[in-house]
């Protein structure tokens, strides 16, 4: 049997779940049509897109359409869970963009377009919601041709619009269907023309793409319809053109149509170019044939927690073929994996499958080993696919236990949250002690947030992330302390002296002792030491440990009875607080290094933001309409710099951050946080 995998794409609201729902009608899969408004969506199951009427995971829609086995995969359009769309790209041969026929192109449509263009994926276009008020199919189409390329071609044109949609005009048989039953009709006289003219430019495409149709079109021939079929699809599958479908997914208008330019226009997996892989023997990278005679090989592109199921993991079979309850070689953790029953999916219905086969997609649960990414193969000819690009996780905040029960839950939830989204990261920040949890954007975390409430009871907080001040000193002073107590038995005492230096920045803290003539004993050295590096753990300026000094021990004195190593820790600790008071003390601040991509436009907002966030640009390398600014701005000034980014370019920009050195704060912002420390704001 023929099988197509397809990933649906589109910016958040353009309707691809709603084409999901018609499409599983149209063939049978669903009784009823689901509904996103209503939560009754087949691809929308969880608990939290229901609720919130938007999808967050990708989910797998298998259904058969015309003898043709379909693996849909329905994926998020908001920008923040475009891990989960990059999932669906790599393991598919071809891509359907959704596009609003009232708000045409928009900013999450262009990002998912240049994805499917770095995966080099044939792409068919379907402009939806036909039916909707201002839908403008003509404007629609000029963004398209302006915004994503000037190969994208209508195939179809719409019969009527908004209230009077009726149905469309397919260019190639050059007849009118009208209805959500596709009822067969002549092509509207006040359509004629532009049909006839925008079938011309399909010939043309068509004909580009085998030289001798192109003889016969220069020559003026007549081509028959199936060579322009033909022509079509080649056109489509070398990536020269991209057909335009018309319709409205909630009247089921046009979507037949769809599914059958799918079955016809896109790929199969025996129809794509190469499938590559390195081969772990040679370490050379080798071609990967989807037979289902091959040794077994597929890699896994998605892991689902579910706290009653277990681990669920999506994988696609390049190829050979796999079956339950077996054994395969998980070729990155280098170990074999035991599978269980495999199943197909219908969004969150498993249909158990005794095997699935090259070119197919199935899930296994349980596996113990087994991450996303990772690579599934015969034991005796192991092969590793490269992995799935994630985005950056540029949007950090500290997560906090609500209990001392959640605090206990947490470490065991938040791994499985982070191997179900490889597009979290976590990190216990040294410096402030807080468990930092970093994702694509604010709303990413939020739904982590409630994933974690609802799948696992746990209840957690998200602040801001506490900025990791210093303290240093900005001269060097010498400071002394006595510490001479006396009570009815032995007394105590411990007498010494330091020197404070400030080092260079990201000179750390060093002690050393140059006591001679014994007016120390060597054996209360240690002692002095033990104070001095107890008591830089909270500077004299807000309380920040202390850095980038050396203190030097150089004299003191003793006391043959009462001297002891607590007086002499006790005189170490407030020597080094006198001599930090003395010594001109300082905050110093982490100061990052950003990399921002930005498309030209934008470049003078970005640089205006930066001067008010006390940043620098160091430099500019423009290119292809796209900036790249390199600059550095304290990490303070960054910390929702993700939320800025995104408002500042409408979601268009990008950015990397990586930590470069400490440096000193400016007096003005200095004393506002020696305040907020000291009203217990700066906590």
């Given at each position: 049997m023929q099988i197509r995998n397809i990933v649906l794409v589109s910016h958040q609201g353009a309707g691809k779940t709603s084409l999901a729902e018609s499409m599983?009608?149209?063939?049978?899969?669903?009784?009823?049509?689901?509904?996103?408004?209503?939560?009754?969506?087949?691809?929308?199951?969880?608990?939290?897109?229901?609720?919130?009427?938007?999808?967050?995971?990708?989910?797998?829609?298998?259904?058969?359409?015309?003898?043709?086995?379909?693996?849909?995969?329905?994926?998020?359009?908001?920008?923040?869970?475009?891990?989960?769309?990059?999932?669906?790209?790599?393991?598919?041969?071809?891509?359907?963009?959704?596009?609003?026929?009232a708000s045409g192109v928009e900013v999450g449509t262009e990002q998912m377009w240049s994805d499917a263009e770095k995966a080099g994926l044939p792409r068919l276009i379907f402009v939806n919601k036909m039916d909707r008020d201002n839908a403008d199919f003509l404007s629609a189409l000029e963004g398209i041709q302006a915004k994503l390329s000037r190969r994208c071609l209508p195939l179809q044109l719409p019969v009527g619009s908004q209230s009077d949609f009726q149905g469309l005009v397919d260019l190639v048989s050059m007849k009118a269907y009208v209805g959500a039953d596709s009822r067969e009709a002549e092509i509207p006289p006040t359509l004629r023309d532009q049909a006839e003219a925008s079938r011309e430019k399909l010939v043309e495409a068509a004909a580009e793409a085998d030289d001798e149709l192109l003889n016969k079109y220069l020559e003026g021939e007549s081509i028959n319809n199936e060579e322009i079929l033909a022509g079509l699809k080649k056109s489509t599958v070398a990536g020269k053109l991209v057909p335009v479908f018309v319709g409205s997914a909630l009247q089921g208008i046009g979507t037949q149509q769809v599914l059958n330019g799918i079955c016809y226009y896109l790929p199969s997996p025996e129809e794509k170019d190469v499938f590559v892989a390195k081969n772990v023997a040679s370490g050379e990278q080798e071609e990967v044939k989807p037979s289902p005679e091959s040794p077994f090989s597929g890699l896994v592109f998605k892991t689902s927690a579910d706290p009653y199921v277990g681990k669920l993991s999506y994988f696609r079979v390049y190829s050979g073929l796999i079956s339950s309850n077996s054994q395969v070689w998980n070729a990155n953790k280098n170990s074999m994996e035991r599978i269980g029953q495999l199943f197909t999916m219908l969004g969150k219905n498993q249909q158990q499958v005794p095997q699935v086969a090259a070119g197919d997609i199935g899930v296994v649960a349980r596996l113990a080993l087994t991450t996303t990414g990772d690579t599934l193969c015969a034991r005796e000819h192991p092969v590793i696919f490269a992995g799935i690009e994630f985005p950056r996780a540029n949007f950090s905040m500290a997560m906090q236990p609500l209990t001392k029960t959640d605090l206990e839950k947490m470490s065991t939830v938040v791994p499985r949250i982070c191997e179900e989204d490889p597009s979290l990261q976590t990190r216990r920040e040294a410096d402030t002690n807080e468990f930092i949890i970093s994702g694509v954007g604010?709303?990413?975390?939020?739904?982590?947030k409630e994933k974690i409430r609802r799948k696992f009871g746990v209840e957690v907080r998200l602040d801001w992330p506490k900025i990791p001040y210093k303290e240093t000193i900005t001269m060097s002073t010498k400071a002394e302390h006595k510490h001479r107590k006396q009570t009815g038995g032995h007394g105590q005492y411990g007498h010494v002296l330091l020197k404070l230096e400030p080092l260079s920045r990201g000179g750390g803290f060093e002690f050393a002792q140059k006591i001679v003539g014994g007016t120390i004993p060597q054996n209360y050295i240690p002692s002095v030491e033990k104070g001095v590096n107890e008591a830089k753990q909270e500077g004299v300026?807000?309380?920040?440990?202390?850095?980038?000094v050396r203190v030097t021990l150089y004299d003191g004195s003793f006391h043959p009875v009462d001297s002891s190593d607590i007086a002499f820790k006790i005189a170490g600790a407030q020597a080094l607080k006198k001599g930090l008071s003395q010594g001109q003390p300082a905050l110093v601040e982490p100061v990052m290094n950003l990399t921002i991509i930005v498309p030209e436009t934008y470049t003078g907002d970005i640089i205006s933001d930066l001067n008010t966030k006390r940043g620098r640009v160091l430099g500019m390398n423009p290119g292809d309409g796209i900036n790249v600014i390199e600059a550095q701005a304290p990490y303070a000034e960054l910390v929702r710099y993700a939320i800025d980014l995104k408002s500042m370019t409408q979601g268009r920009g990008d950015f990397v951050m990586e930590f470069d050195h400490y440096d000193e704060v400016p007096p003005h912002v200095s004393q506002k946080i020696i305040a907020e420390k000291g009203t217990g704001k700066g906590d």
């Amino acid at each position: 049997m023929q099988i197509r995998n397809i990933v649906l794409v589109s910016h958040q609201g353009a309707g691809k779940t709603s084409l999901a729902e018609s499409m599983l009608f149209a063939s049978g899969a669903t009784q009823r049509l689901g509904r996103v408004d209503d939560g009754t969506a087949v691809s929308d199951y969880e608990p939290l897109e229901v609720e919130r009427h938007m999808g967050i995971n990708l989910s797998v829609l298998r259904f058969e359409w015309q003898g043709t086995k379909m693996n849909l995969i329905d994926t998020p359009g908001y920008a923040d869970f475009i891990g989960e769309v990059r999932s669906g790209l790599r393991v598919t041969e071809g891509a359907v963009v959704v596009v609003c026929a009232a708000s045409g192109v928009e900013v999450g449509t262009e990002q998912m377009w240049s994805d499917a263009e770095k995966a080099g994926l044939p792409r068919l276009i379907f402009v939806n919601k036909m039916d909707r008020d201002n839908a403008d199919f003509l404007s629609a189409l000029e963004g398209i041709q302006a915004k994503l390329s000037r190969r994208c071609l209508p195939l179809q044109l719409p019969v009527g619009s908004q209230s009077d949609f009726q149905g469309l005009v397919d260019l190639v048989s050059m007849k009118a269907y009208v209805g959500a039953d596709s009822r067969e009709a002549e092509i509207p006289p006040t359509l004629r023309d532009q049909a006839e003219a925008s079938r011309e430019k399909l010939v043309e495409a068509a004909a580009e793409a085998d030289d001798e149709l192109l003889n016969k079109y220069l020559e003026g021939e007549s081509i028959n319809n199936e060579e322009i079929l033909a022509g079509l699809k080649k056109s489509t599958v070398a990536g020269k053109l991209v057909p335009v479908f018309v319709g409205s997914a909630l009247q089921g208008i046009g979507t037949q149509q769809v599914l059958n330019g799918i079955c016809y226009y896109l790929p199969s997996p025996e129809e794509k170019d190469v499938f590559v892989a390195k081969n772990v023997a040679s370490g050379e990278q080798e071609e990967v044939k989807p037979s289902p005679e091959s040794p077994f090989s597929g890699l896994v592109f998605k892991t689902s927690a579910d706290p009653y199921v277990g681990k669920l993991s999506y994988f696609r079979v390049y190829s050979g073929l796999i079956s339950s309850n077996s054994q395969v070689w998980n070729a990155n953790k280098n170990s074999m994996e035991r599978i269980g029953q495999l199943f197909t999916m219908l969004g969150k219905n498993q249909q158990q499958v005794p095997q699935v086969a090259a070119g197919d997609i199935g899930v296994v649960a349980r596996l113990a080993l087994t991450t996303t990414g990772d690579t599934l193969c015969a034991r005796e000819h192991p092969v590793i696919f490269a992995g799935i690009e994630f985005p950056r996780a540029n949007f950090s905040m500290a997560m906090q236990p609500l209990t001392k029960t959640d605090l206990e839950k947490m470490s065991t939830v938040v791994p499985r949250i982070c191997e179900e989204d490889p597009s979290l990261q976590t990190r216990r920040e040294a410096d402030t002690n807080e468990f930092i949890i970093s994702g694509v954007g604010d709303s990413h975390l939020e739904i982590v947030k409630e994933k974690i409430r609802r799948k696992f009871g746990v209840e957690v907080r998200l602040d801001w992330p506490k900025i990791p001040y210093k303290e240093t000193i900005t001269m060097s002073t010498k400071a002394e302390h006595k510490h001479r107590k006396q009570t009815g038995g032995h007394g105590q005492y411990g007498h010494v002296l330091l020197k404070l230096e400030p080092l260079s920045r990201g000179g750390g803290f060093e002690f050393a002792q140059k006591i001679v003539g014994g007016t120390i004993p060597q054996n209360y050295i240690p002692s002095v030491e033990k104070g001095v590096n107890e008591a830089k753990q909270e500077g004299v300026l807000a309380g920040y440990p202390v850095v980038d000094v050396r203190v030097t021990l150089y004299d003191g004195s003793f006391h043959p009875v009462d001297s002891s190593d607590i007086a002499f820790k006790i005189a170490g600790a407030q020597a080094l607080k006198k001599g930090l008071s003395q010594g001109q003390p300082a905050l110093v601040e982490p100061v990052m290094n950003l990399t921002i991509i930005v498309p030209e436009t934008y470049t003078g907002d970005i640089i205006s933001d930066l001067n008010t966030k006390r940043g620098r640009v160091l430099g500019m390398n423009p290119g292809d309409g796209i900036n790249v600014i390199e600059a550095q701005a304290p990490y303070a000034e960054l910390v929702r710099y993700a939320i800025d980014l995104k408002s500042m370019t409408q979601g268009r920009g990008d950015f990397v951050m990586e930590f470069d050195h400490y440096d000193e704060v400016p007096p003005h912002v200095s004393q506002k946080i020696i305040a907020e420390k000291g009203t217990g704001k700066g906590d």
